[in-house]
């Protein structure tokens, strides 16, 4: 009998002291980052039989278990992944946002500034000082392009520089992952739940959310695979599957993410989402690249159209006016893998109707074919040595030869900033007034008047030779060509490269004259021409002005910056929710620690004195022998 009071004694002072063990290891580690609290699991032994009934024979620790729920822990991993990409996609897309929008460094004030100073010219075309001015405005304004597309190629580096470092974080944490399921697998062969390196495993899979979304599947000996994207292994078994970045294109910040394989590079980054290698492709692909190609574009309209007014001016030098800004559309990128020798040919047909994108251009055996990248489209099918023309652009492939199935360039007819010069540097070359002039001869007898001259062709070997217009018979006499009058009152009349627009009624035999308008140092038609592109509808197909594409390009971003600076403030609310609600579960309590070690002390003192007991009894038994 005493034998069985000193084995119950024995059973639940050893009980008592492992729940004394597990309550002291909660308390240490109340601070560690994702420990669970552990739990001693104890069970009644099998009760002995005597002729009475049964006897029973104390307790026994069945195990420690971590308290975890596996829904909350991957709960937890989905709201670290969607906030961890929300904050890295805001922070990007903000710094670019107050770059775009600052009042004082933006390009809509350098815009404006360049056409005030054409206004200026306008006003004194004579004044050499107000030409100078505006070649200044003109330099500051093709800085401010400049400073920008740094900026966002800074932007960019950065992004890519990240994304690199994050690639080699995913790597360094599912290596511990697979090493931790060895580990464990090992741990579980010799009995019991390894609790504190599940939740190594676990904090490790969290800090690997951080990083990009993930799904884990646990398998029956406790080890975990790691799945991305559309179900690609990070982590099966033991073995973990490193992710590689590799340059495309030829640009070092043009980068995509996938496996090296015996077969070559595969590449998953378009399978790739969340966490905050997400949000660094989804930053590069949706703020950082449009951004760019909308400003090219801004610049490619920019330079077209006051290059095409400056030329139809002339100078205080009696010549015509030469492009006013330069620029150099980059070349085509080969793929290395083309057997194709040559490179095609882009050069821009129609600024107003350029499209804020790159292309790819694919040959599929047959015939070329050119893709919009910005939206998937198919925009010209091209034939071997051909051309072609869509969105503003005008393709010539007769410098491609030797093309086989699968050969592709991709084409970059916006990544023009960096190239965008002035070329104009001499104040008396600004073309501020036309070159030619009409008027009425003095002689007339009606009162008709030249209201409108405009240059249509300024390289027309005629444009400034004299020409007088008559009237005779209800018709207008140009050389050979005849024109109607008009019953509107307005006559357009065109020849040799310029347009004229009498307006009124001439009376018979009425002359207006067209003539070299060399030596006019103070007509400023030329310069009206030039302030007047600032309110010229000249992209989007004639729809948009520049100030409204350069404020389109702010309010793109700015958009998607609100966006995700909302969705970061509401993904922060809802992470601090599912570490509360992971805490209420796994958390070490103190006060709950606490109670138990007291309780448990109590217990261990009980069972002390349950085997003191025991003891007493024997020796009395044994007394009693002795007298």
């Not at 404006?112 to 004579?126: C, I």
């Amino acid at each position: 009998m005493s034998g069985g009071i000193f084995g119950v004694g024995v059973s639940a002072l050893l009980a008592a002291q492992r729940a004394l063990q597990v309550t002291g290891h909660n308390i240490a580690n109340v601070a560690t980052e994702g420990y669970s609290r552990q739990r001693l699991e104890l069970a009644s032994r099998e009760p002995a039989t005597a002729g009475f009934g049964a006897v029973g024979r104390g307790v026994e620790v069945v195990g420690i278990r971590r308290v975890v729920n596996d829904f909350v822990n991957q709960s937890l991993n989905v709201h670290l992944s969607a906030e961890a990409e929300q904050r890295t996609l805001a922070e990007f897309a903000g710094r670019v946002n107050d770059m775009l929008a600052d009042a004082q460094s933006g390009l809509a004030p350098a815009l404006q500034r360049f056409f005030a100073a054409a206004e200026d010219v306008a006003n004194d075309p004579t004044s050499t000082a107000a030409r100078a001015t505006l070649i200044a405005e003109a330099q500051s304004l093709v800085d401010r392009f400049a400073d920008l597309e740094a900026t966002l190629q800074s932007e960019r580096a950065a992004a890519s520089a990240e994304l690199r470092t994050r690639v080699d974080e995913i790597n360094q944490l599912t290596d511990g992952i697979a090493k931790l399921n060895q580990a464990i697998v090992d741990a579980r062969g010799l009995g019991g739940e390894p609790s504190d390196l599940l939740d190594q495993r676990d904090q490790l899979v969290r800090r690997l959310a951080e990083h990009v979304a993930v799904h884990t599947v646990e398998q029956s000996d406790g080890s975990l695979n790691v799945y991305v994207g559309q179900g690609q292994a990070l982590v099966v078994g033991f073995d973990a599957a490193p992710l590689a970045v590799r340059v495309v294109n030829g640009d070092p910040n043009d980068l995509a993410v996938g496996f090296e394989r015996p077969g070559g590079f595969v590449d998953i980054t378009a399978r790739l989402s969340g966490g905050a290698v997400g949000a660094l492709l989804d930053v590069r692909e949706t703020v950082i690249e449009p951004t760019s190609l909308k400003l090219g574009r801004l610049a490619v309209a920019l330079a077209s159209v006051v290059n095409d007014v400056h030329r139809r001016g002339m100078d205080l030098e009696g010549e015509l006016g030469e492009d006013f800004f330069g620029f150099t559309l980059p070349a085509p990128l080969a793929h290395p893998n083309n057997a194709a020798t040559g490179t095609p040919a882009v050069t821009v047909a129609d600024a107003t109707g350029l499209v804020a994108s790159d292309y790819e251009l694919r040959f599929d055996g047959t015939a070329w074919q050119v893709r919009r990248l910005a939206d998937g489209a198919v925009v010209a099918t091209v034939a071997n040595g051909g051309t072609a023309a869509f969105d503003g652009l005008s393709l010539d492939l007769a410098g491609v030869t030797g093309a086989a199935a699968g050969d592709r360039f991709l084409l970059r007819p916006l990544r023009v900033v960096p190239s965008l010069e002035v070329l104009v540097t001499e104040p008396r070359a600004v073309a501020a007034a036309l070159p030619v002039r009409a008027e009425p001869a003095a002689a007339n007898g009606g009162n008709a008047a030249v209201t409108e001259v405009t240059i249509v062709d300024p390289t027309d070997a005629a444009l400034r030779a004299p020409v007088d217009i008559a009237f005779a018979n209800g018709e207008f006499v140009v050389g050979t060509n005849v024109v109607p009058l008009d019953p509107s009152g307005e006559t357009t009349i065109e020849a040799n490269g310029w347009r004229v627009v009498i307006r009124g009624t001439p009376a018979e035999g009425d002359v207006f004259q067209v003539r070299d308008n060399a030596g006019a140092a103070g007509d400023n038609r030329g310069a009206l021409a030039l302030a007047a592109v600032a309110s010229q509808r000249v992209l989007d197909n004639g729809t948009a002005r520049l100030d409204d594409a350069y404020a389109d390009v702010v309010a793109g971003v700015g958009v998607a910056t609100r966006r995700a600076q909302v969705s970061h403030e509401a993904e922060a609310r809802m992470l601090a929710d599912a570490q509360a609600r992971r805490e209420a579960v796994s958390g070490v309590n103190l006060d709950e620690e606490a109670a138990n070690m007291l309780r448990y002390q109590q217990a261990y003192q009980a069972a002390a004195q349950v085997i003191a007991t025991a003891g007493t009894m024997i020796e009395s038994l044994l007394a009693a022998f002795r007298r």
